[in-house]
């Protein structure tokens, strides 16, 4: 009897151990959009200022540079949407994991922001 308890505890603390790789492993995937979506922000920002010079195809480039700041506010949404759903499916299983979402809408949201800035600065370029 000693053992099998010995046993549901090992199983216990696995299954813990588990739960929390799986957490971190989907906080990581988070920060990996993060990442994507201020490379194509700042991606825009950089055609728009290094090629907006040309008179021609000036449109163009301002077209383009805004279209990847709209590609990286997507990536965020996409993001969040993304680790949002994992928790929820992970919080189901684990009802003693810790609630990070508030966090991850604070960051979301002030990444958007900034795109948003950063859209309106290529407009008015």
């Known amino acids: 009897m000693k ?9 216990k ?8 790789r799986t957490i971190l492993a989907n906080e990581r995937t988070f920060s990996a959009w993060i990442r994507t979506g201020l490379s194509s922000v700042l991606g825009g920002l950089a ?7 040309n008179e021609i195809y000036r449109g163009y480039i301002l077209l383009i540079g805004i279209l990847f700041v709209l590609i990286g506010i997507a990536i965020y949404i996409l993001a969040f949407l993304s680790f949002k759903d994992s928790f929820k499916r992970l919080k189901k299983e684990n009802e003693d994991i810790s609630n990070s979402l508030a966090i991850l ?7 958007v922001l900034t795109a948003v800035l950063i ?3 290529l407009i008015s370029y």
């Open 105 to 111: 809408i604070a960051i979301t949201t002030g990444m």
């Open 13 to 20: 603390k696995r299954t813990e151990l588990a739960v929390q």
């Open 47 to 53: 055609v728009v200022k290094f090629m907006g010079d």
């Open 119 to 121: 859209m309106g600065l």
């Open 3 to 11: 053992d099998e308890a010995s046993k549901n505890d090992l199983a």
